[in-house]
């Protein structure tokens, strides 16, 4: 079955710092991968998806991610850090759709003044 | 519009008691889908549903019940809770695919 790994559960940088966030993924098909974000008491919102079409994925509020098949990580990144991405940020992965949809453990953005 | 909607917002249950989370969207979607989110762990499929009438186990669907009789509507009941059920809920819908999943705020139960 499909996994993600996230490494580091807490990530702190400064303002108008490069934010980057890593996920590393098993599957035994092409997977699909997504990045979600959730900011306190609040659901999910779907950040980016990767589904095949390129390996360079923009997504919403600055952010993007890079497919790398070689190293099975699609790591999130943003060159410039606002105190407004402070949030928990998820990647995920799936081979067949959201019925069988792996979230990883989370990591925890903090941005410093 | 709404979205998904949860309610209730917060819940305390004590041990074999029995409840029902409730969520509802208003997008049309036929994917509906309920997970649980604890610390550490991310988020886990607990049920999902493809359309009125047609449920389905996901990761973790022990002590949990679904059933899906409007496109609208795709409660969550615990027969008899246990404090192992302690956990954030999350219902979400798409349209299907690898569509968008739309997440509702989620329902934080605590189970004493």
């Known amino acids: 079955a499909q996994s993600v790994t996230q490494l580091g559960s807490h990530v702190s940088v400064s303002e108008g710092a490069l934010v980057l966030l890593r996920c590393n993924y098993s599957s035994s098909v092409p997977p699909y991968l997504f990045w979600y974000v959730q900011y306190p008491n609040q659901g999910l919102q779907l950040l980016l998806k990767y589904t095949s079409a390129a390996t360079l994925v923009k997504g919403i509020n600055g952010f993007e991610a890079e497919f790398k098949k070689s190293e099975t990580s699609f790591h999130l990144t943003k060159p410039s850090a606002h105190m407004s991405d402070a949030a928990e940020y998820f990647c995920a992965v799936s081979d067949r759709g959201y019925n069988d949809m792996r979230f990883g453990a989370g990591t925890r953005l903090t941005v410093k003044p | 519009n709404a979205g998904v909607t949860q309610t209730p917002k917060f819940q305390v249950l004590k041990t074999g008691q029995s409840m029902t989370l409730q969520c509802a969207q208003d997008?049309?979607?036929?994917?509906m889908s309920w997970y649980r989110q604890d610390p550490g762990m991310g988020l886990r499929l607990i049920h999902y549903?493809?359309?009125?009438?047609?449920?389905d186990q996901g990761e973790v669907p022990n002590g949990y019940n679904v059933s899906r009789s409007t496109t609208e509507d795709f409660p969550l009941r615990l027969l008899s809770a246990a404090p192992s059920q302690t956990s954030v809920y999350f219902c979400a819908s798409s349209s299907g695919g690898y569509n968008e999943q739309f997440f509702g705020p989620g329902t934080r139960l605590t189970v004493l």
């Open positions: 549903s493809v359309g009125a009438g047609i449920t």
């Open positions: 997008m049309n979607h036929e994917y």
